[in-house]
T-cell receptor, first 110, second 113 residues
Framework: KNEVEQSPQNLTAQEGEFITINCSYS?????LHWLQQHPGGGIVSLFM???GKKKHGRLIATINIQEKHSSLHITASHPRDSAVYIC????????????FGKGTHLIIQP | NAGVTQTPKFRILKIGQSMTLQCTQD?????MYWYRQDPGMGLKLIYY???????DKGEVPNGYNVSRSTTEDFPLRLELAAPSQTSVYFC????????????FGPGTRLTVT
């Protein structure tokens, strides 16, 4: 069974700072998901990647398959980026193939 | 499209009561999932379905049942509620296997006392 670890668990930063959230997993995967959970509780998919790098606005996700590691970066952070960020590893095997990290609670202060 | 909808948003149950959490998606997705999220823990898979009439257990199925009579609906049944089932429940769907993007419902916050 895949183990997914995220760091840091909690992160408080000032508006405008560059943010990095890390995710490591123990077993080879087919895809790595980054999700955002808003303070109200809803979960939104940000990225799904299996290699390289993806960018969407101020968010960038990278993955290193050899090192079993992924990072989520936020440039020019803003208070509206405050949320819990969750990574999840997909083994691509059966339909139950996603293993979730515990999440990183990010607070961006004005 | 409404995406994935869940009802109710909140519910308080007494120990031993039963209830059904409703989940509907209008994206014609084959795969649907029920997760629970406990404080400080990652999402855990309860049950999943790969299509109408096909369901299977996830990591934490005890105390729950599901059915999938249509592509759109995937209700989760709690029988004989216990305090350990106090959690936030999320329904999700994806077009195919979970390595594809998952769409989540807004969640149901359940308290069993």
């Amino acid at each position: 069974k895949n183990e997914v670890e995220q760091s840091p668990q909690n992160l408080t930063a000032q508006e405008g700072e560059f943010i990095t959230i890390n995710c490591s997993y123990s077993v080879g995967i087919s895809a790595l998901h980054w999700l955002q959970q808003h303070p109200g509780g809803g979960i939104v998919s940000l990225f799904m990647l299996s290699s390289g790098k993806k960018k969407h606005g101020r968010l960038i996700a990278t993955i290193n398959i050899q090192e079993k590691h992924s990072s989520l970066h936020i440039t020019a952070s803003h208070p509206r980026d405050s949320a819990v960020y969750i990574c999840a590893a997909g083994s691509g095997g059966g339909a139950d193939g996603l293993t979730f990290g515990k999440g990183t609670h990010l607070i961006i202060q004005p | 499209n409404a995406g994935v909808t869940q009802t109710p948003k909140f519910r308080i149950l007494k120990i031993g009561q039963s209830m059904t959490l409703q989940c509907t998606q209008d994206m014609n997705h084959n795969y649907m999932y029920w997760y629970r999220q406990d404080p400080g823990m990652g999402l855990k898979l309860i049950y999943y379905s790969v299509g109408a009439g096909i369901t299977d257990k996830g990591e934490v199925p005890n105390g729950y049942n599901v059915s999938r009579s249509t592509t759109e609906d995937f209700p989760l049944r709690l029988e004989l509620a216990a305090p350990s089932q106090t959690s936030v429940y999320f329904c999700a769907s994806s077009v195919r296997s979970p390595i594809y993007e998952q769409y989540f419902g807004p969640g149901t916050r359940l308290t069993v006392t």
